[in-house]
């Protein structure tokens, strides 16, 4: 499934994927996929988990470059 996403953003140009999914990186060849991961790293995938990493992620997206990982 996750393959079949990659190709697609590749495919529509999209060039980040802002993720939950922690495993990623180890079942997939994201250099390949010339796909940007951000993986927010959190007790929980429920907002109020998430949120107070968004200052974290907004500076991820300035110098993540494709096919990198970076976790917040």
């Avoid at 499934?1 to 180890?26: A, C, P, S, V």
């Amino acid at each position: 499934m996750n393959g079949e996403l990659l190709k697609l953003m590749r495919q529509e140009r999209f060039t980040i994927l802002l993720t939950t999914h922690q495993n990623l990186r180890y079942q997939q060849n994201l250099q390949q996929a010339g796909v940007a991961v951000i993986v927010m790293v959190a007790p929980s995938n429920r907002l109020p988990d998430l949120v107070p990493l968004i200052p974290s992620v907004c500076s991820a997206l300035i110098t993540i470059a494709p096919g990198e990982v970076v976790e917040v």
